[in-house]
Structure formats: C-alpha cells, structure tokens
C-alpha cells in the first residue's frame, strides 16, 4: 500500500464546473495535510494546508479532512482553463519533518 | 526575488561524470529539503537539513549522492558517477518552524543523463 494515493487522471471538467480531487493515506497518526498545484514542467506550488478535520476553504478552493477515514479533498469551484494541472496530495507523516508526496492527478479543464 | 533559489536550472552530463547542485533556500528559512522527482510521478523525498545538521536521509540517497549545508545557508546536493536512472528534476524546497511543516518549492534543476 502506498503512504499517499491519488488516482493520476487525467480528470477532465468542462469550464465552470466543480472539481473534485482525491487523496488517501496510510498513516493514522498524520498531521498536516497539503495540496500543490504543479504546471507541466513546472515545479509545484502550495495551494493551501489543513491540519483539523472539516472544511477549510480559500477562493475557489476548499479542503476537505476526514482523519477517521484517512483521506483529504480538494474542490474547485468554477473551473478555469488555467487550472489545468496536476494536484499533488502531501502528508506529513508520524514523526518525520519532510512531506511525503502522492503520485497527482492530472485535471484538464476544457473550455 | 526572495523565493528559493537553485542552480543550475538544467544539466546535461555523460554518464560517469560528476554533478554538483545549489541552492540558497529563502532567507531565514532555517529547514531545508531536497526531493527528486520523475515524470508522471510525485516529488521523493531525499534529505533534510535543520539548520547544519542534516537530519534526515532517505533510502533512495545512495552512496554516490552526497548533500551539505556547511554553514546553515545555502545546500549542495552532488551525484557521483551519474548514471542514466539519475536523469530526474531535482527539487530544493525550504521552510521555517513558526509555518509548520508548510515547504515552498523552488523551480528545481533538471538533470539529464546521457
């Protein structure tokens, strides 16, 4: 079992619609939770960070934490073109300063 | 530009060679990463450095792969004897205590191996 899942896509919404990505982890004791943005051939870039379970939501943005099932969200609203992408899900893991990385989702957004 | 900084942007090299790698994470940024990533796949964590001290390393940093911090500043990540399999970008990140464990990533270093 990987630490981080994601399923790669590519997940593809039409322009103005709601996007939905997903991301599921081994470790119970985790405590942070972060979703990058990453261009092709870009590096990645954060997005936003949640830490308690629920919803946190930022502009267009929202993530969703739910411990007990152990896996966090990202929600798009209004899709743009330019949020064509992949979203790279990152846990901090019991006892360990670095994030590990799931494998992304590639979105496409099409106009 | 106060975000962090690496050098080179891209690398090609002949197999067998040696590589060295910079970078200056962003300033006051007493924590410091090196990931590698391939295509399709998300970053892999190498090692971490608080301050001098390097903390953490992962399995993945075989004995050719070396990293320093020598004054708590900027870091090297050098690759002896490259090989095809190290053709990756790599990723130099940075963070501060009072942010968590929030990193920020800097554009990374592209090494290709011929």
């Known amino acids: 079992q990987k630490e981080v899942e994601q399923n790669s896509g590519p997940l593809s919404v039409p322009e103005g619609a709601i996007a939905s990505l997903n991301c599921t982890y081994s470790d119970r004791g985790s405590q942070s939770f972060f979703w990058y943005r990453q261009y092709s051939g870009k590096s990645p870039e954060l997005i936003m960070s949640i830490y308690s379970n629920g919803d946190k939501e930022d502009g267009r943005f929202t993530a969703q934490l739910n411990k007990a099932s152990q896996y966090v969200s990202l929600l798009i609203r209004d899709s743009q073109p330019s949020d064509s992408a992949t979203y790279l899900c990152a846990v901090n893991r019991t006892g360990r300063r670095a994030l590990t990385f799931g494998s992304g989702t590639r979105l496409q957004v099409q106009p | 530009d106060t975000g962090v900084s690496q050098d080179p942007r891209h690398k090609i090299t002949k197999r067998g060679q040696n590589v060295t790698f910079r970078c200056d994470p962003i300033s006051e940024h007493n924590r410091l990463y090196w990931y590698r990533q391939t295509l399709g796949q998300g970053p892999e964590f190498l090692t971490y450095?608080?301050?001098?001290?390097?903390?953490?390393k992962s399995r993945l940093l075989s004995d050719r792969f070396s990293a320093e911090r020598p004054k708590g500043s900027f870091s090297t990540l050098e690759i002896q004897r490259t090989e095809q399999g190290d053709s990756a970008m790599y990723l130099c990140?940075?963070?501060?205590?009072?942010?968590?464990?929030?990193?920020?990533f800097g554009e990374g270093s592209w090494l290709t191996v011929v």
């Open positions: 990140a940075s963070s501060i205590e009072k942010s968590g464990n929030t990193i920020y």
């Open positions: 450095f608080q301050n001098e001290a390097q903390l953490e």
